[in-house]
């Protein structure tokens, strides 16, 4: 990585912008927040004035494109999740910015108020219907009474109220204390939601009376300017909502007509006028002096000449370009991470945790390796891996196109699926024991029986599990080990040589001498006096590096180390867990046709198909999560640490528009 300082004559600032967008090799840096030293001598620039009206444009063409996408016809249907559509690309012309904005003027004058109007009829009509529903909801009450609803409310003499109780004993205690009040009630519903629609008709001089019962007993009914019998409303009402609708379909078919011939045309549109917005923003970022600009970044060290020969050509070399070599601090330099295409799904992964800094080492390739080897020994089945591996299959080939993030974890997916299918097949599980006991008809047969080298296979840890511990601490112990040697070779590359002797090679002497002690003095190895010695010899020498670099409390750290260790038994846990449950799965399977003659026949595959999807998901969300907390915790604590920011370049990010070629 190279920092970059370009000082730029101000005639040319804006074709020099340009080319960095379409070049895409610096990532500009804001100079207040990173170089505030150079504002002392230079003032701040400020954002290009057509910032503003690009983005006035971008929320005009924003709010067009949200409502032609809620309202266009969407295909559903299994159909459509096999065959997602791609955006339409256009293929757009080199233009000024003048001449964009006379274009989208253009396309908004004819579209635009056209579009917005038939938004605002739609919000009308919902209103409407919303409104007719609500005097539909109470005249369903007030259907069986004979009374015209103009009626209600005051007259000269007497006050009609409507409404709704579910109280109907205490309101008739209180109306019949009333003079020349009746009441008359129908009942809807029943138990705990019984209430009746009721009806009080009284003196005009009982206002403040009835006024007050009501409010107390009764939701009054809200019915506006309408009139009529409740069943000649009831249709009245029906005939408007049937109208509305009509209206309301007849509004969404004109706007599906724009949406088909016009939302491909206004993305492609928004998103030129968005590309212009983001050239016209990054100047704030910028120092400048009366006559130039000065723009601060950084460059990959291989797009040098590429960076300089590029705005060289466009400025007629009314340029300077600087480029230093870095330091960490103060410096701060982002993290370029060159992942080859199998391996960047697993960069997904390591940003989750966190970007290495500058001069650290990229463990994502490592980290992908253990992550896949772990997550296979957890999960352990050929069937599950096989399903997993189909899945993926599946979906790399139908949608990475559609999507990268489907493609990146479906290529994962690829490479879980033939782990779990290999370690399944080695630990003689297949659906756990769905082969032996479905089609062999014998629950202890094996899936094959063959001998290599003297290790006989498969291996099955419900039988050996001590076996398949000892392969998950070994695992381990090359797991923790590349951590440590990792370690060691990253603090060479800083040239701290006291780290690398004291922190991180101190482990080295530690393992092989304590692990040859312990085997001696525990486990009745058969070594020779001196070797006894030099192990003994290789403890000190690694506690004395150890307690340099840390004191006293460095004996929890090989504490710690031993607990990272045992850690890895979690391989055994989470396998034995995968191939019980299957076990006890198919068990209860095989039992349902004898308990249940005909039914439990039809039910056995049913049963299996989806207590063995549950198992899955279950198995492999643990596998997943426990395969990832031993790359960040047991793994990165050996030489990681993290902190950085990823390289972000300046560049074009196009999704609904390319350039027109020169002929």
């Known amino acids: 990585m190279k920092k970059v300082s370009l000082i ?45 009206v690009c983005t006035t444009y971008e929320l005009r063409l924003s709010r067009l494109i949200d409502i032609l996408n809620r309202i266009k016809s969407k295909p559903s249907g299994l159909k459509t999740i096999l065959n997602p559509q791609l955006p339409e690309i256009k293929t757009v012309e080199d233009r ?75 309101l008739k205690v209180e109306v019949d204390k009333l003079d020349n009040a009746t009441i008359y009630f129908k009942q809807f519903n029943s138990g705990k939601n019984r209430e009746w629609a009721v009806l009080i008709a009284t003196h005009i001089s009982e206002r403040e009376k009835i006024e007050k019962i009501c ?34 379909k007849q509004t969404v078919s004109h706007l599906r007509v724009f949406a088909e011939e016009q939302l491909s045309e206004l993305l492609a549109l928004r998103e030129e006028i968005k590309l212009e917005r ?82 650290e080492l990229d463990p994502t390739i490592i980290m992908g390796i253990f992550f896949v080897l772990f997550f296979g020994v ?43 299918t290999v370690v399944g097949l080695l630990t003689n599980s297949f659906f756990g024991d769905f082969i032996p006991r479905f089609i062999y008809g014998n629950p202890e047969s094996p899936l094959y029986s063959l001998t290599v080298a003297g290790i006989h296979l498969p291996a099955e840890p419900l039988k050996d599990p001590l076996t398949i511990l000892s392969i998950a601490l070994i695992l381990g112990l090359i797991h923790l080990n590349v951590g440590i040697l990792l370690g060691l070779y990253q603090s060479y590359k800083r040239r701290d040589f006291k780290e690398m002797l004291t922190e991180r090679f101190c482990w080295i002497p530690l393992q092989l001498g304590g692990g040859l002690l312990i085997g001696y003095f525990i486990l009745d190895w ?16 690694g506690l004395i590096l150890l307690f340099i670099s840390t004191g006293p409390i460095g004996f929890f750290d090989i504490t710690g180390y031993v607990g990272d260790w045992l850690s890895y038994a979690r391989l055994l846990a989470l396998g034995l867990a995968t191939a019980g449950m299957a076990l006890a799965f198919n068990v209860v399977s095989q039992l349902i046709p004898s308990m249940i003659p005909v039914v439990g026949i039809i039910l056995l595959p049913i049963l299996l198909i989806i207590l063995h999807v549950v198992n899955l998901a279950l198995q492999a969300l643990g596998a997943g999560v426990h395969s990832l907390r031993l790359q960040y915790v047991e793994f990165f604590n050996r030489f990681y640490e993290g902190g950085g920011h990823e390289f972000a370049p300046f560049e074009l990010n196009r999704k609904y528009t390319r350039i027109e070629e020169e002929k």
């Not at 038939?118 to 007719?132: A, F, P, V």
């Not at 058969?526 to 030099?534: D, E, K, P």
């Open 526 to 541: 058969q070594i020779s006096t001196t070797l006894m010695y030099a192990s003994g010899i290789m403890v000190v020498v």
């Open 378 to 420: 957890m999960l352990g089945d050929a069937g599950y891996g096989l399903t997993i591996l189909l899945l993926s299959l599946f979906g790399y080939v139908k949608f990475s196109k559609y999507s990268e993030m489907i493609g990146s974890f479906s290529f994962m997916g690829i490479w879980l699926g033939l782990t779990t």
């Open 96 to 170: 000024s910015l003048e001449e964009i904005y006379s274009y989208a003027e253009g396309t908004l004058g004819e579209i635009e108020k056209n579009i917005l109007d038939s938004e605002q009829k739609l919000n009308d009509l919902k209103e409407q219907k919303d409104r007719i529903n609500f005097y539909d909801q109470q005249i369903n009450y007030l259907v069986d009474f004979d009374i015209d609803i103009l009626d209600i409310g005051e007259s000269d003499y007497l006050i009609i109220k409507a409404g709704k109780t579910s109280d109907l004993s205490n």
């Open 8 to 52: 730029v004559h101000q005639s040319y600032v804006e074709d020099v912008i340009k080319n960095l967008h379409e070049t895409g090799v610096i990532e500009i840096i804001d100079v207040s927040h990173e170089e505030p030293a150079m504002l002392e001598d230079m003032e701040k620039a400020s954002m290009h004035p057509e910032a503003g």
């Open 215 to 248: 409010r107390d007993n009764i939701t009054e009914f809200d019915l506006g300017d309408l009139s009529g019998r409740p069943k000649d409303v009831l249709k009245s009402l029906k005939k408007e909502k049937t109208d509305i609708d009509k209206e309301k």
């Open 278 to 359: 983001v050239r016209k923003e990054i100047s704030k970022n910028f120092a400048k002096t009366d006559s130039t600009y000065v723009v601060n970044g950084w460059v990959l060290e291989k797009n040098e000449n590429k960076l300089e020969t590029a705005i060289s050509g466009v400025s007629k070399d009314h340029v300077i370009c600087n480029f230093e070599t870095p330091s960490v601090n103060p410096d701060d330099p982002p993290t370029y991470l060159e992942t080859p295409k199998w391996a960047k799904s697993f960069k997904g992964l390591l940003s989750m945790f966190a970007t290495p800094k500058y001069n």
